[in-house]
């Protein structure tokens, strides 16, 4: 199983990263990088977080605990409103648990009634 470090860099040299690039994106010290990618150091929870967002992958794939470089693409699709579908679930999240509650009833309603259109739209042909 790889480890933190050679995902790191990996990923760095799939973008054609130096490690002064990357020290630079994350607001470390190049020595810091060099570090990370031998496993000289340990990286801190922030840092791997960063890296994630700078790259564009899971916290799990830098971790080398799944396999899959992408974290749910569906997030980054534009979904309304120029917001991603990442945007919303995170709206949704930061509501308090009786509001999620509320907003789950409106969907299972809204839902209901597109379904309800549908049926009497193709009854009606």
Excluded: W
């Excluded at 749910?72 to 679930?89: A, M, Q």
């Amino acid at each position: 199983m790889p480890v933190f470090g050679e995902i790191l860099a990996e990923l760095r040299q799939d973008k054609g990263m130096s490690q002064k690039d990357l020290a630079d994106k994350l607001h470390v010290a190049k020595s810091s990088i060099s570090n990370y990618e031998t496993g000289q150091r340990r990286a801190h929870t922030e840092l791997i977080y960063n890296a994630a967002k700078v790259f564009h992958v899971s916290t799990d794939y830098l971790l080398g605990l799944s396999d899959y470089r992408e974290p749910f693409s569906i997030t980054r699709k534009k979904y309304s409103n120029e917001k991603t579908v990442g945007d919303v679930l995170e709206q949704m999240l930061s509501l308090d648990s009786e509001r999620r509650h509320l907003l789950c009833m409106l969907l299972d309603d809204l839902q209901l009634g597109a379904i309800g259109t549908k049926e009497s739209e193709s009854n009606s042909k």
